[in-house]
């Protein structure tokens, strides 16, 4: 008896190797709504990845979603470049009156292109023709981007090996507590820039992320983020902030450096911005670094219609009173508590840690290898976790910023009985 196998997919016979998400999560997904995914079996998945941070608003906002079919229906322009419109006037406003202007911020807005890394090239293009200087500083385990300029600053050897060629003009240094509380701040930092010997070029800018979604959810206290917008002023460096994942609101205020009380010279926005899942990123920055000469950096697909309309109604519906951040504080004390319950019941042989803020938390494993087991049971049983550090050892948790404190419980209870299964 001859047994015919199964016949490959096409994602198996014509797509390349290098996918990844779909090869943890085997299921061809067919609709979504709010915080949850259906594949087209029928089965029902809750998502606590939310995009890699592209859903804070879950999946088909209604609100996002009725401004967008009725843009679409009146034949709203969709690809414009950088030239203007009545949607991209509508997103510049409410950006303005919504968020610059209630937090005192100064800066212009760039549309650099489509990607959170098109938003770091500019950003680190824009603080070297600034400064007239080619070096920029970036920390251990940090993650930029998968294009040349952003690799030069991301740590990740396996992510950076891809290249294929030297990545230069980047110097890493040691991220919040990367020596457990044993070394100073910024005590390797300030000697290199104080040696003329050190043979680090004075840099153009330090570019950092508060928290460090890819890099294994690390989280730097307000004052180590204080004391280096102290350290970037005092030694003429440009200071950027690389908000891609984590603003937007995902640790509680729309950006994720407000708790530490700075205003970075340079801030990239990406990913949820769009309001609706669709490419859309931004390079914000202080006037006076406005030196661009017209057409010096651009790009195709910067001027994305359909994203301006949802961005711009997104931060109407949840942006304009205050509400959404309280609400995003409120749902990480329920996250914390359920995770902390999960460190006490395995013990700390078991989970190194649990750490986060608002809605970004992680859960570091001793056994480097179960982290992987955990998101894979995790998804056999319903829920949508994926794994970040270096080493992949720490389940990440990414839920929309919309979930509802009923989804949050059912999403954590199965990952506690995940954890528990993959003892």
Not at 227 to 247: E, H, N, S, Y
Not at 358 to 363: D, E, I, P, R, S
Not at 407 to 417: P, Q, T
Request: aromatic share 8%.
């Amino acid at each position: 008896m001859t047994i015919t196998p199964p016949a490959l997919s096409v994602f198996e016979t014509l797509e390349s190797e290098v996918r990844s998400y779909c090869r943890s999560w085997p299921a061809v997904f067919d609709r979504a709504q709010g915080s949850y995914l259906y594949d087209e079996d029928g089965h029902t998945y809750l998502d606590f990845f939310a995009g890699a941070g592209a859903l804070n608003y879950g999946h088909n906002n209604p609100v996002l979603k009725r401004a967008l079919i009725d843009y679409i229906e009146r034949d709203g322009i969709t690809h414009g470049l950088d030239m203007g419109t009545t949607a991209k006037r509508a997103f510049l406003e409410t950006f303005q009156n919504v968020l610059l202007r209630p937090r005192d911020l100064p800066y212009k807005v760039m549309f650099p292109g489509p990607t959170g890394t098109n938003a770091v090239e500019s950003a680190l293009k824009l603080a070297r023709k600034v400064k007239g200087r080619e070096s920029i500083v970036s920390f251990t385990n940090a993650f930029h981007g998968m294009s040349l300029g952003s690799l030069a600053v991301t740590g990740n050897a396996f992510k950076r090996a891809g290249a294929g060629i030297p990545l230069v003009h980047g110097t890493p240094m040691p991220f919040d507590n990367y020596f457990d509380g044993t070394v100073q701040d910024f005590l390797w930092f300030e000697r290199l820039l104080e040696d003329q010997g050190s043979g680090l070029n004075t840099p153009a800018a330090v570019i950092v992320e508060t928290i460090q979604g890819e890099g294994g959810i690390n989280v730097a206290r307000p004052e180590w983020l204080r004391a280096l917008a102290d350290l970037c002023k005092r030694r003429d460096m440009l200071l950027i902030v690389d908000d891609i994942q984590m603003g937007c609101g995902r640790t509680g205020p729309f950006f994720s450096f407000e708790e530490a009380g700075i205003t970075p010279d340079i801030v990239t926005l990406s990913k949820s911005i769009g309001g609706y899942g669709m490419p859309m990123s931004l390079c914000l920055f202080k006037p006076e670094l406005d030196i661009w000469e017209p057409g010096e950096h651009n790009g195709t697909f910067r001027g994305n219609n359909p994203a301006f309309v949802t961005a711009a109604a997104a931060l109407d519906a949840y942006w304009s009173d205050g509400q959404m951040e309280k609400q995003t504080l409120a749902r990480g004390e329920q996250v914390e508590q359920a995770l902390t319950a999960i460190l006490d019941e395995h013990g700390g042989e078991a989970i190194v840690s649990v750490r986060g803020r608002g809605l970004v938390w992680g859960m570091e494993f001793a056994d480097k290898s179960r982290a992987g087991a955990v998101s894979k049971r995790a998804f056999e049983l319903g829920l949508l976790v994926e794994t970040s550090g270096p080493e992949s050892e720490v389940v990440k948790l990414l839920p929309p910023l919309t979930v509802s404190p009923d989804e949050l419980d059912e999403g954590l209870r199965i990952l506690a009985r995940a954890v528990r299964e993959t003892a």
